[in-house]
């Protein structure tokens, strides 16, 4: 016996089997939006498909053959589980949430960022881990993001890569960090000094020019690099046992300040803010759980009120 092909067949015709079933008539169909007409087509083509009447005229209405009775269930539990695979996704439940998120991200994100995302987190969903990560090469990210190894990259570049998803996630403007024995009083770092002072500066394995090299070089001035380092972390260290003067993002410039015994101050050029990025994968840009945790990590990453410096 040859095995039925379910994909010649039109799944509408069995809502309509279970509709006449129910109905036990052709005129009542306004269960399924159709016509009388229509119902009797669709009836006809299910006829000719299963090669059974499975439902004739009797005393009360249609009453149906043994084959429509054998099929009845099967028929009625098959439509229910498509229904049920094609539903909306259930909402992402925080507070039940056992899972862990990894963030590709430097070490501004780090510091910056994940003490109040961390914070948030365990507040909504105690049960979930963030996991930051080391930031791939530009060549394994989209990869990396399709197969849900990482979940968010957060950086200083947009994400190229098909179905990647890449948006600014804040603005991040510099400001100047030096001994707090130098009492510098003014908001704006002295030119003079911030020319003679050997600088602690930040480098990633890009090797891109420094925003602050471009601006001062607009000027006809270039600065004395003392140590080049790959973490913000490092420079607010050194820059506390030389001396040496540090330009780090002003989000976690008055937090490096009070570590450090540092002040911070306006740097003595207009240096243009740069923007942090953050990317997903389009796979997985309906997934409850992702958009939360985008919400949550915009959230932290928004704009706060009062002072900088």
Same mark, same amino acid.
């Not at 539990?77 to 259930?90: N, R």
């Not at 049960?127 to 990259?153: N, T």
């Not at 989000?251 to 300040?257: H, K, S, V």
């Given at each position: ?22 109905? !036990? ?12 007409? $229509? ?5 006809? !083509? ?19 053959? #043994?084959? #429509?009775?054998? &099929? ?13 695979? &094609? ?29 109040? @995302? ?20 530009? %060549? ?7 197969? %849900? ?5 957060? %950086? %200083? ?26 009492? &510098? ?47 913000? &972390? $490092? ?26 015994? @540092? ?27 992702? $958009? ?18």
């Amino acid at each position: 016996m040859s095995r039925f092909n379910i994909r010649s067949l039109d799944l509408n015709l069995l809502s309509v089997f279970v509709i006449l079933w129910d109905t !036990r008539s052709v005129s009542r169909s306004d269960r399924l939006a159709l016509t009388q007409p $229509a119902v009797s087509h669709a009836l006809k !083509r299910l006829r000719e498909r299963l090669d059974d009447a499975l439902f004739v005229p009797g005393r009360q209405g249609l009453v149906p053959t #043994a084959r #429509a009775t054998e &099929l009845i269930n099967p028929v009625r539990k098959a439509l229910t589980h498509i229904e049920q695979a &094609l539903e909306d996704a259930p909402p992402f439940e925080p507070a039940e949430a056992h899972r862990e998120f990894r963030i590709a991200a430097h070490d501004l994100v780090e510091f910056w960022l994940l003490p109040a @995302l961390v914070e948030t987190v365990s507040k909504e969903a105690p049960g979930v881990v963030i996991r930051i990560v080391p930031v791939p090469e530009p %060549g394994s990210v989209s990869d990396l993001l399709e197969s %849900g190894d990482i979940d968010v990259v957060i %950086g %200083g570049q947009p994400l190229m890569g098909m179905s990647v998803r890449s948006k600014p996630l804040s603005q991040v403007k510099l400001v100047t960090l030096i001994w707090k024995r130098e009492e &510098l009083r003014r908001r704006k770092f002295p030119l003079t000094l911030y020319l003679q002072r050997p600088h602690v500066v930040f480098q990633l394995r890009n090797n891109v020019g420094s925003i602050v090299d471009q601006a001062l070089a607009a000027q006809g001035h270039k600065r004395h690099v003392g140590a080049i380092v790959q973490t913000f &972390l $490092a420079m607010p260290a050194i820059a506390e046992k030389t001396g040496y003067i540090c330009n780090v993002p002003d989000q976690i410039g008055n937090r490096f300040a009070e570590l450090f015994d @540092l002040s911070v101050h306006q740097p003595p050029v207009d240096l243009p803010p740069f923007t942090l990025f953050h990317a997903w994968h389009a796979r997985f840009e309906f997934d409850p759980a992702l $958009a939360w945790l985008l919400d949550r990590i915009r959230q932290v990453a928004a704009p706060k009120q009062g002072a900088r410096i």
